[in-house]
């Protein structure tokens, strides 16, 4: 069984630009949830979705971060417009279902370098 | 949600048992413990989730005590490849909520 799946592995570019990082979770998890380690600082939650819906979207650090989960399969991160303080590493995970004490799969995280 | 506070650092020989120590003192009743291994460029791999008493599968035991305001992850036998940072979660996570709360970890330094 395939696991979490990110894309791309690493993204190099300018501050300004916009980069969009995919997540494929594991077929048939609804809950698909985003997490980033910026520079020196602890992995920190993003948001996470219910099949499309946003459940919680907590830890977005401002406007210029956007997620999208249509369809309620894959899920994208869009960074615009980059900022040199968005450089981290970006991870994607997913649960089976809404039962309190399943497992959260990691996937093996997008490096984001902003220049 | 629970925060958590564990060692910052420990080393160890291969062979050896490890035992890392996580404090939870404001563990809601709810609220499941998972443990998490994360190598250098990789994600965060789960190692093991345990709700009280003791917990044992083919990597680690997970011991909690009664009043689960800690737990102990205990690696048999470690070896150099064991050598990651260690992360102890406490939250009801897996549907409802999964703002997992990660601290600075633990990090495992296994030696020849």
């Known amino acids: 069984e395939a696991g979490v799946t990110q894309f791309p592995s690493h993204s190099v570019i300018e501050k300004g630009q916009t980069v969009t990082l995919r997540c494929d979770p594991i077929?048939?998890?609804?809950?698909l949830y985003w997490y980033r380690r910026v520079m020196g600082k602890e992995i920190k939650f993003l948001l996470h979705?219910?099949?499309?819906?946003?459940?919680?979207e907590s830890g977005m650090p401002n406007n210029r971060f956007l997620a999208e989960r249509t369809g309620g399969t894959y899920s994208t991160l869009k960074v615009q417009p980059a900022e040199l303080e968005d450089s981290g590493v970006y991870f994607c995970?997913?649960?089976?279902?809404?039962?309190?004490?399943?497992?959260?799969?990691f996937g093996e995280g997008s490096w984001l370098t902003v220049v | 949600l629970a925060k958590t506070t564990q060692p910052i650092s420990m080393d160890s020989y291969e062979g050896q048992e490890v035992n890392i120590t996580c404090s939870h003192n404001n563990i809601a009743t709810n609220d499941y413990i998972t443990w998490y291994q994360q190598f250098p460029s990789q994600g965060p791999r789960f190692i093991i989730q345990g709700y009280k008493t003791k917990v044992t599968n083919e990597v680690a035991s997970l011991f909690i005590p009664a009043d689960r305001k800690s737990s102990t992850l205990s690696l048999p036998r470690v070896s150099l490849s064991d050598t990651a940072v260690y992360y102890c979660l406490v939250g009801l996570y897996g549907g409802s909520q999964g703002n997992l709360i990660f601290g600075k970890g633990t990090k495992l330094s296994v030696k020849p």
């Open positions: 979705f219910v099949k499309e819906s946003k459940q919680d």
């Open positions: 995970a997913s649960s089976q279902d809404a039962w309190s004490g399943n497992t959260i799969y």
């Open positions: 077929s048939g998890h609804d809950n």
